[in-house]
Protein backbone atom coordinates (compact mmCIF):
# COMPACT_ATOMS: atom_id res chain seq x y z
CA UNK A 1 0.00 0.00 0.00
CA UNK A 2 0.93 3.25 -0.84
CA UNK A 3 0.13 6.26 1.47
CA UNK A 4 0.08 10.34 0.16
CA UNK A 5 0.35 13.62 1.78
CA UNK A 6 0.11 16.72 0.44
CA UNK A 7 1.17 19.89 2.52
CA UNK A 8 1.66 23.50 1.51
CA UNK A 9 -1.50 24.82 0.43
CA UNK A 10 -2.65 27.91 1.64
CA UNK A 11 -4.20 31.36 0.25
CA UNK A 12 -2.22 33.76 -1.83
CA UNK A 13 -3.48 36.88 -3.47
CA UNK A 14 -2.94 36.70 -7.42
CA UNK A 15 0.51 36.43 -8.67
CA UNK A 16 2.28 35.39 -6.02
CA UNK A 17 3.33 31.64 -5.27
CA UNK A 18 3.02 28.56 -3.38
CA UNK A 19 4.83 25.31 -3.16
CA UNK A 20 2.90 22.38 -2.59
CA UNK A 21 4.76 18.93 -1.52
CA UNK A 22 3.38 15.23 -1.55
CA UNK A 23 5.42 13.02 1.12
CA UNK A 24 5.04 9.40 -0.08
CA UNK A 25 5.44 6.09 1.86
CA UNK A 26 4.88 2.31 2.61
CA UNK A 27 5.35 0.31 -0.63
CA UNK A 28 7.01 3.63 -2.11
CA UNK A 29 8.55 1.38 -5.03
CA UNK A 30 4.84 1.41 -6.72
CA UNK A 31 4.54 4.95 -6.95
CA UNK A 32 6.47 5.34 -10.11
CA UNK A 33 4.50 7.67 -12.06
CA UNK A 34 3.30 10.96 -9.98
CA UNK A 35 0.69 13.74 -10.70
CA UNK A 36 -1.11 16.62 -9.54
CA UNK A 37 -4.59 17.01 -10.15
CA UNK A 38 -6.85 20.08 -8.76
CA UNK A 39 -10.86 20.27 -8.40
CA UNK A 40 -12.72 23.16 -8.03
CA UNK A 41 -15.75 23.58 -6.40
CA UNK A 42 -18.72 22.34 -8.65
CA UNK A 43 -15.84 21.34 -11.03
CA UNK A 44 -14.47 17.69 -12.23
CA UNK A 45 -11.16 16.67 -11.09
CA UNK A 46 -8.81 17.73 -13.19
CA UNK A 47 -5.03 17.26 -14.37
CA UNK A 48 -2.42 19.19 -13.62
CA UNK A 49 0.82 17.65 -13.92
CA UNK A 50 2.89 14.61 -14.03
CA UNK A 51 6.31 13.20 -13.70
CA UNK A 52 8.00 9.66 -14.66
CA UNK A 53 10.70 8.49 -12.30
CA UNK A 54 13.15 9.59 -14.98
CA UNK A 55 12.09 13.18 -14.83
CA UNK A 56 9.91 13.59 -17.68
CA UNK A 57 7.29 16.06 -17.35
CA UNK A 58 3.51 16.70 -18.62
CA UNK A 59 1.85 19.73 -17.90
CA UNK A 60 -2.19 20.89 -18.58
CA UNK A 61 -1.73 23.77 -20.90
CA UNK A 62 -3.19 26.59 -18.44
CA UNK A 63 -0.35 26.18 -16.40
CA UNK A 64 2.58 25.40 -18.93
CA UNK A 65 5.27 28.12 -17.79
CA UNK A 66 3.93 29.07 -14.44
CA UNK A 67 4.23 25.24 -12.56
CA UNK A 68 6.68 23.45 -12.34
CA UNK A 69 6.23 19.66 -10.93
CA UNK A 70 9.57 17.89 -9.51
CA UNK A 71 10.33 14.99 -7.38
CA UNK A 72 13.30 13.52 -5.19
CA UNK A 73 13.11 9.88 -5.55
CA UNK A 74 15.86 9.41 -2.49
CA UNK A 75 13.08 10.90 -0.29
CA UNK A 76 10.00 9.68 -2.15
CA UNK A 77 8.57 13.16 -2.21
CA UNK A 78 6.74 14.86 -5.57
CA UNK A 79 6.60 18.96 -5.51
CA UNK A 80 4.68 21.39 -7.35
CA UNK A 81 6.08 24.50 -7.65
CA UNK A 82 3.34 26.99 -8.45
CA UNK A 83 4.03 30.99 -9.31
CA UNK A 84 2.19 33.56 -11.19
CA UNK A 85 -1.04 32.20 -9.75
CA UNK A 86 -4.43 33.18 -11.15
CA UNK A 87 -7.71 32.88 -9.17
CA UNK A 88 -8.67 30.24 -11.48
CA UNK A 89 -5.92 28.31 -9.77
CA UNK A 90 -8.15 27.84 -6.68
CA UNK A 91 -8.79 24.65 -6.03
CA UNK A 92 -8.06 21.82 -3.74
CA UNK A 93 -4.88 20.03 -4.86
CA UNK A 94 -4.40 16.38 -4.72
CA UNK A 95 -1.31 14.29 -5.39
CA UNK A 96 -1.70 11.35 -7.18
CA UNK A 97 1.02 7.94 -7.77
CA UNK A 98 0.84 4.59 -9.25
CA UNK A 99 0.05 5.06 -12.79
CA UNK A 100 -2.15 1.78 -14.59
CA UNK A 101 -2.38 2.90 -17.62
CA UNK A 102 -4.56 4.71 -20.40
CA UNK A 103 -4.37 8.54 -20.53
CA UNK A 104 -2.09 9.74 -18.18
CA UNK A 105 -4.24 12.76 -17.99
CA UNK A 106 -7.27 11.21 -16.15
CA UNK A 107 -7.96 10.38 -12.32
CA UNK A 108 -8.63 6.81 -12.87
CA UNK A 109 -5.21 6.22 -14.42
CA UNK A 110 -3.35 6.49 -10.67
CA UNK A 111 -4.38 4.11 -7.39
CA UNK A 112 -3.24 6.38 -4.90
CA UNK A 113 -4.32 9.65 -3.76
CA UNK A 114 -3.97 11.77 -0.65
CA UNK A 115 -6.24 13.61 0.66
CA UNK A 116 -6.16 17.15 -0.74
CA UNK A 117 -4.69 20.72 0.18
CA UNK A 118 -6.48 23.84 -0.51
CA UNK A 119 -4.83 26.72 -1.90
CA UNK A 120 -7.05 29.81 -2.60
CA UNK A 121 -5.52 32.60 -5.01
CA UNK A 122 -7.62 36.33 -4.74
CA UNK A 123 -7.64 38.66 -7.07
Known amino acids: QVQLVESGGGSVQAGGSLRLSCACS????????MAWFRQAPGKEREFVARIFPNGNTLYTDSVKGRFAISRDNAKNTASLQMSGLKSDDTAVYYCAAQYIGGSETVPSAYIHWGQGTQVTVSS
Open 26 to 33: GRTSDANT
